[in-house]
Structure formats: C-alpha cells, structure tokens
C-alpha cells in the first residue's frame, strides 16, 4: 500500500513499497503531478536477513535481493530517465562496507551492496550520455547506529568499532551530510563514485 503519511508546508512523506512495481509507479505518478520533476533520489530502503550460506533460506535470499537490489532499481528505472530529460538530478544509492569488504553470514547482503556500486557506476554512464547534468553515486556506510544494529550483540558492536581507524561506530547524521554533499552544487563533478564513510573501518 502507497500513501502520505506525513505533510507540513515544506515536508512530504509518503510510504511505499519499493517491491512492488505498482506502488512505485503509483508514487512517480503523484510525484509528476504534484511537482513536475525531482531533483534528489536517494535510494536509502534496505533489509538484512544473515545467515551462513549453507543456511541460508531461498526465502533469505530472495527478500534481500528484492528490497536492496529490485527495489533501487524500481524507483531508479521511473526517476533516473525523468532527470534525464530535465538535464538535472543527483541519485544517491546507499551501499555498505560490506558490499566493498564482504561479511561473513551476509552473502545475500554483501551481493545487493556490490550489486548497488555496479548499477551506480552504469547509471552515471546511461543518465549522462546525451550530456544531461545527471550525477550518480553511492555511499558505502560503515557500522552505523540505526535499528538495522538493533540485533547485533554489544560484543560484535564493540568488535567493529576496534575495527576503524576512529574506534567507533557511526551516526546517522554522520551518513546523511554525506548524501548532502553528494546532492549539493559543491558534488558537481563528482560522478560514478563510491563515498567510503565508515571511520577508515577495514572488514
Ligand atoms: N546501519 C548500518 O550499520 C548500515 C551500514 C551500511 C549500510 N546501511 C544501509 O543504510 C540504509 C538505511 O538503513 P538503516 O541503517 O537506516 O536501517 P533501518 O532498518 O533503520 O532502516 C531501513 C529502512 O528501510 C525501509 N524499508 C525496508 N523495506 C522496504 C521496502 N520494501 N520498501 C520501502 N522501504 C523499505 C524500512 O521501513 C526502514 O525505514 C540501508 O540501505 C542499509 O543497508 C546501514
């Protein structure tokens, strides 16, 4: 089901399943009407379902590839072509460490985030080949306190913070004045890059 859930005078939120093609086009459709054209798309939705790969379910496997892998495709498939045409736009695809390092347990993870930088590095092609000032690239967060850590035991949090050259995990905010620069005039020429903001962690 896509809906607004939330309005002020300068803030929409609307919610939709990025699985389902209906809803997605059903969003682009408001989107056009209500504004005509979108500058910013940041591909942010994304899922985790860990499992050793020995175990993991068809079902594990297929939710994650559909949400973080589908799912930015879906929205990207409608958006991108529409900055295309109104020579603007900056995509924004959110990655992860473990799409650049790989994580033991997260093969269908892991697969979607590297997945992320390929289709980001093909997009800054596509979307720009008629020489339209459209920009793609992604962030590859480290550990970042959200609900996704919510399950993760405290000893494994502390692991990975040893892991960094800050010793420590990361904040939202600390991800999104990443997405902020890549969406601003000060990013105009960067393109088809990966934006590593993990406090130097090495997996
Ligand atoms: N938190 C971390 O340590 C970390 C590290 C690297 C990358 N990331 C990535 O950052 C992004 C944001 O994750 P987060 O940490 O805020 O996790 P989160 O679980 O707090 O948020 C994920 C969001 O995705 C939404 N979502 C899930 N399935 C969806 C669907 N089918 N359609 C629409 N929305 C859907 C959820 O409603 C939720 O709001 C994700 O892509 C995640 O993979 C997170």
Sequence with gaps: MSELVYENKNVEGYKLNITNVEDVQKFYDYVIEKYGKVDILVNNAGVTRDSMTRKMTDDQWNLVLDV???????????????????????????????????????????????????????????????????????????????????????DLLDKFAALTMLKRLGQPNEIANAALFLASEEASYVTGQTLSVDGGMRL
């Design 68 to 154: 973080n892998l589908k799912g930015v495709f879906n929205m990207t498939r409608l958006f991108g072509p529409l900055m295309e045409v109104n020579n603007y736009g900056s995509i924004i695809n959110i990655s992860s460490v473990v799409g650049v390092y790989g994580n033991i347990g997260q093969a269908n993870y892991a697969a979607t985030k590297a997945g992320v930088i390929g289709l980001t590095k093909t997009w800054a092609k596509e979307f720009a080949r008629k020489g339209a000032n459209v920009r793609v690239n992604a962030i590859a967060p480290g550990y970042t306190m959200t609900d996704m850590l919510k399950t993760v035991p405290q």
